[in-house]
């Protein structure tokens, strides 16, 4: 994804192969977030009427940096892991010995496809996090762009969160299947951070 054309990703995304798909989607939608909190610290960081802000500018876009760097890996890691499942399902199935050893490599695969979309979640969160860690300290000229960031996030969380309850529908190790559901949960909280948010830019421009 780091060498990727938007163009590129798009007609890939498009295309009839199952990968990318919306796992991958999702974590370029929390690249977008990520890229937008930047973009509002670099337009506030080193104005004067902003000064008391800078330190948390800083911190923040330095975050957002690692986020949207993550975030594109994130993209990467989806396709591997919904190519290891759909590898797994194509394994043979004739003999006992075989179901017995597909069964298994399915499971492990749907563990590592739960878990990818559950790492894009914990980065929506944390885009959720800066976009209200800096909202009253941003540059006016750019508020509506961190009510943008944190739309992006949350389309985002939305977007893992259906991944991984996917395969979490499909897994039959109820301890993994329940504490993914549970750390997800957790994510999940940020929704209501980005609708504040959004409510909060609307009320102060007006709208």
């Known amino acids: 994804m780091a060498d990727e054309t938007l163009d590129g990703f798009l007609e890939a995304l498009a295309s009839a192969a199952p990968a990318p798909g919306g796992g991958a989607a999702a974590a370029v939608q929390v690249a977008l977030g990520a890229s937008l909190v930047s973009m509002v610290a670099n337009l506030t960081i080193g104005k004067p009427r902003y000064a ?28 591997v892991a919904f190519t290891a499942v759909t590898d797994a399902y194509r394994l043979p199935k004739e003999t006992v010995q075989d ?10 695969a749907l563990i590592g496809a739960a878990e990818v979309p559950l790492r894009t979640a914990a980065a929506a ?11 009253d300290g941003a540059n006016v000229n750019v508020l509506s762009d961190v009510a943008v ?28 299947r329940d504490a993914t559901a549970a750390e997800l949960d957790k994510y999940l909280s940020s929704l209501a951070g980005a609708d504040s948010v959004v409510r909060a830019v609307g009320d102060r421009i007006g709208s």
């Open 149 to 176: 960031a944190a739309a992006s996030a949350r389309a985002a969380l939305d977007s893992a969160a259906i991944n991984v309850r996917i395969n979490l529908a499909s897994m039959t190790d109820a301890a993994t």
């Open 99 to 108: 179901k017995a050893a597909r069964t298994a490599a399915i499971q492990q």
């Open 125 to 135: 969160a944390e885009v959720v996090g800066l976009c209200q860690r800096i909202l």
């Open 52 to 79: 008391e802000h800078e330190a948390t500018m800083v911190g923040a876009r330095d975050e957002a940096t690692r986020l949207r760097r993550d975030a594109l890996g994130l993209a990467d890691a989806d396709a």
